[in-house]
């Protein structure tokens, strides 16, 4: 279930009579933690209402690093305050920031599918430049660094002449719409195809209604575990995608994981892998992350394959593994 979440813009009225009705037991710059009801929020750590202050405007990815970077601080002080026991129901911090973000969404608007595309709008216009995230120095800008991550990748992609992509772990569907243009731009992408797939059915249900109601052409989006024996077979029709991208994908995984994610990579490649992880001193558990890696161990990722293999360093650790080209790839290429 999603957790009581009301906007100050939104429902102003609600909110002007909280004070009076519940506990105020936290707030940060853009929250505010109440427990109800009034005075027994120890009863139930799921008894608490949020407020926040977030813009129509602010709706987009960075709604992530609020959540992360203020919001679980103080579910977690709340908790501790009222000395919450241990119960085989609370939700991780994990699915807490995951709960959290939807929640938020969803409270600006009656219509979920109109806050969803809000949210998308707002993140991809940002992304290609033509927004700002208007968050303040100092703070995590998640749309920032994907926006540096994603321009990467447009240029990786753009050296092979990619005429199909594979995004694995895509989640919103970002890397793909942003490769993929918009209808009326001067981007080639209407003569590619772009495909983003996920294993979580919901993500791609909202991915696809993106792509649908915007008219973006050139990409889609299907339900898929890049760890499933069968994975190629399904992904793989047509004899394999130009270039395949993991964008921050092999960090939620575990080392066994992360070795049969690998061998599906690339056996759905037939120019050009591209993974891409963060690089942290710990798993950062509130993202679902599971291992760390570091140059030593991206390098050997890439021996276990029978790739041209090369690493370097962009907003995290990153290896491009390339098959090597056939002879009338290469005139093809020259012909370009």
């Known amino acids: 279930m999603s957790p009581l979440t009301l906007s100050r813009h939104r429902h102003r009225a609600l909110v002007s009579g909280l004070d009076g009705d519940a506990t105020r037991l936290a707030a940060s ?60 129901y609370a939700s991780s911090e994990h699915e807490n ?25 707002n993140t991809l216009g940002a992304l290609r430049g033509s927004a700002t995230t208007g968050v303040a120095a100092g703070q995590t800008d998640f749309i920032a660094s994907f926006r540096a991550i994603y321009a990467k990748v447009a240029q990786m992609v753009a050296e092979v002449a990619a005429e199909t992509i594979l995004d694995v772990a895509t989640c919103f569907g970002f890397l793909p719409l942003v490769l993929a243009g918009q209808p009326g731009s001067d981007h080639r992408a209407g003569a590619r195809r772009i495909t983003g797939c996920d294993i979580n059915p919901a993500l791609m249900a909202l991915a696809n209604d993106y792509r649908q109601q915007r008219q973006v052409p050139g990409v889609g989006f299907v339900c898929a575990d890049i760890l499933a024996g069968r994975v190629v077979g399904e992904l793989d029709p047509g004899g394999g995608f130009d270039v395949v991208t993991a964008i921050h994908l092999l960090e939620h995984l575990t080392a066994a994981e992360t070795e049969r994610a690998m061998r599906n990579l690339w056996a759905l490649t037939r120019r050009r892998l591209i993974v891409a992880v963060p690089f942290e001193r710990e798993p950062d558990t509130r993202y679902g992350h599971r291992q760390i890696f570091d140059e030593r161990s991206l390098r050997e990722l890439g021996r276990q394959t029978t790739a041209d293999c090369r690493f370097f360093t962009h907003h995290g650790g990153w290896i491009v593994l390339d098959r090597p080209c056939p002879p009338y790839e290469q005139q093809r290429e020259h012909v370009r």
């Open 29 to 88: 710059h853009h929250f505010t933690v109440y427990g109800l009801p009034a005075g027994q929020a120890e009863a139930d750590p799921d008894d608490l209402l949020v407020v926040h202050s977030l813009a129509p405007e602010q709706i987009d990815n960075n709604v992530g690093a609020y959540v992360a970077d203020e919001l679980l601080p103080l579910l977690a002080q709340v908790r501790h305050a009222v000395s919450v026991l241990p119960s085989p």
């Open 97 to 121: 920031f995951q709960r959290y973000v939807g929640a938020i969404v969803r409270s600006m608007d009656g219509n979920e599918r109109r806050a969803w595309h809000r949210f998308y709008d």
